[in-house]
């Protein structure tokens, strides 16, 4: 009778701690995305950026993206998509391509992935920072 009590107080408090580390965890991930929504993206100035190939990163968890931007002669010549952890996101995808389109972080957001977009400008724009000293 004693093990079974035992028993049971654990399996309550796995469960409460758990629940507790899901709700942390969750409120983590909102508070950063409402952040995410309110940042700017500033458009870079691409007559200062110097040849090369630049990484370039941005998380708001959940959501993480790493790429790399090849820059000849003030132009965008590749965006590669290194990493992208991004939950129901994976439609931003297109995000780089678009970039290169307009040679410019002045595009739209992907409908139903405006997170994982946001991310992969903010990771594309830190890059070319780089690339601009």
């Known amino acids: 009778m004693k093990k079974r009590y035992i028993v049971t107080i654990i399996v309550v408090l796995v469960l409460a701690l758990g629940f507790i580390t899901t709700k942390l965890l969750l409120a983590k991930a909102e508070g ?16 200062t950026a110097e040849d090369g190939i630049y990484i370039g990163s941005y998380s ?24 992208h952890n991004n939950g129901k996101g994976q439609g ?3 995000i780089p391509e678009n970039v290169i389109e307009a040679q410019s972080l002045n595009v739209d957001s ?18 070319i920072l780089k690339a601009s000293g």
């Open 110 to 127: 992907v409908s139903g992935a405006t997170y994982s977009s946001k991310v992969i400008l903010k990771a594309i724009q830190n890059a």
């Open 92 to 94: 931003a995808e297109i």
């Open 60 to 83: 708001a968890f959940p959501i993480s993206v790493e790429v790399r931007v090849t820059i000849k002669n003030h132009i965008i010549k590749e965006i590669e998509l290194l990493k």
């Open 32 to 47: 950063n995305l409402k952040q995410l929504a309110l940042s700017e993206i500033s458009d870079v100035d691409l007559a």
